[in-house]
Nanobody, 119 residues
Framework: QVQLVESGGGLVQPGGSLRLSCAASGNMLSINTMGWFRQAPGKQRVLVAD???????NYAGSVKDRFTISRDNAKNTVYLQIDNLKSEDTAVYYCKASITGPYWIRDYWGQGTQVTVSS
């Protein structure tokens, strides 16, 4: 069984910063690409950024200058640093990981962490 547990969300004023974390645990052989998605109220879940096991990153164009994705392979953890937060960043942020197990490769999702940007 594999679990992804996110943390770091909360209420932040515009212009502030947050660091989201997502830790994977369980019966895994390796973790491939890890990523962050977000879903605003009434909208579809969309990719924010992802990072390969080798550290190659990919960002949605709208967040490229303010979001930084990174990972610590030793800790099976991916991070999302969000700077200069704007009201439109308000959403539930979900972690996703492609994980290789003994006999399978599957995508797993975290439970989501709420980020609210408001003064």
């Amino acid at each position: 069984q594999v679990q992804l547990v996110e943390s770091g969300g909360g209420l932040v004023q515009p212009g502030g910063s947050l660091r989201l974390s997502c830790a994977a645990s369980g019966n895994m052989l390796s973790i491939n690409t890890m990523g962050w998605f977000r879903q605003a109220p009434g909208k579809q879940r969309v990719l924010v950024a992802d990072i390969t096991s080798g550290g190659n990153t990919n960002y949605a164009g709208s967040v490229k200058d303010r979001f930084t994705i990174s990972r610590d392979n030793a800790k099976n953890t991916v991070y999302l640093q969000i700077d200069n937060l704007k009201s439109e960043d308000t959403a539930v942020y979900y972690c996703k990981a492609s994980i290789t197990g003994p006999y399978w490769i599957r995508d797993y999702w975290g439970q989501g962490t709420q980020v609210t940007v408001s003064s």
